[in-house]
């Protein structure tokens, strides 16, 4: 919680900084609300880490039939539930 009351108090991309700054990263996966994923991955952005956002809140049905999850990866139109979840969030 952002608050504190469960643990650090803050966003998570005030860790995610921290954690850059003391630690070598390959890779980080994202889990979580979409824009706190988006936030993530600008944090990662100058470090130039490999970042992987998992889309799982936008997935409706799971088929692909209603659209719902219809996404722009680098340039190209993909469904969460079927090309994902997760996607690479340069």
Do not use: W
């Not at 921290?18 to 994923?37: A, N």
């Not at 990662?44 to 999850?69: E, H």
């Amino acid at each position: 919680m952002d608050d504190g009351s469960k643990g650090k108090k803050g966003f998570v991309t005030d860790v995610l900084k921290e954690l850059l700054q003391s630690l070598r990263m390959d890779l980080v996966h994202s889990v979580g609300p979409v824009l706190m994923m988006k936030a993530g991955a600008e944090v990662t952005r100058p470090y130039g880490i490999k970042t992987i956002a998992s889309l799982n809140p936008i997935m409706i049905d799971g088929t692909g039939m209603c659209g719902c999850c219809r996404v722009i990866i680098g340039g190209r139109m993909m469904f969460t539930c079927v090309d994902g979840p997760d996607f690479d969030a340069p």
